[in-house]
């Protein structure tokens, strides 16, 4: 068995982690992405307040990691999302349902104390399955 770093070009990580493992099953791929969050500015704060812009800026940055490896949102075969307030479902949800249109994944969404990233209100993280 196989297992690739995919690190798309100038990702900008703080930490030892890698943004996603690609791991050769034989016939198909396994993609597991790490949690993704908003951009962040200068001073580590996220780039925006908005959970809406949050959320389809990390949608976003999801589908360039899987395109680096080789995957499409549409093969995304689990997501989990973490919001710091459960009460954005509501805002958070159509954006969901609109990029996983096709994939319908398995999906976990919970509420979390806090996150890494001063300012961030949701992260993400998914596992994709693609044939060769």
């Known amino acids: ?8 070009k100038g990702y900008v990580k703080k930490g ?9 099953l034989g016939d198909s791929f396994l993609i597991f992405v ?18 809406k812009e949050q ?15 080789g ?14 307030d459960i009460n954005d479902f509501e805002v ?5 349902a609109e990029y996983f249109k096709n994939s319908m994944p398995v999906s976990t969404m919970v509420e979390v104390g806090g996150f890494v990233r001063k300012g961030s209100k949701i992260e993400i993280e998914v596992t994709a399955m693609v044939e060769k």
């Open 34 to 51: 790490s949690g993704v969050q908003a951009p962040k500015g200068e001073f580590n704060e996220v780039a925006t307040e908005d959970i």
């Open 92 to 96: 958070v949800s159509p954006i969901r």
């Open 71 to 84: 995957a499409s949102i549409d093969d995304v075969v689990k997501a989990v999302i973490y919001l710091k």
């Open 1 to 8: 068995m196989k297992i690739e770093n995919i690190e798309p």
């Open 16 to 24: 030892v982690y890698t943004p996603a493992k690609k791991i050769d």
């Open 55 to 69: 959320t389809k800026l990390v949608f976003e940055e999801i589908k360039s990691i899987l395109e680096e490896a």
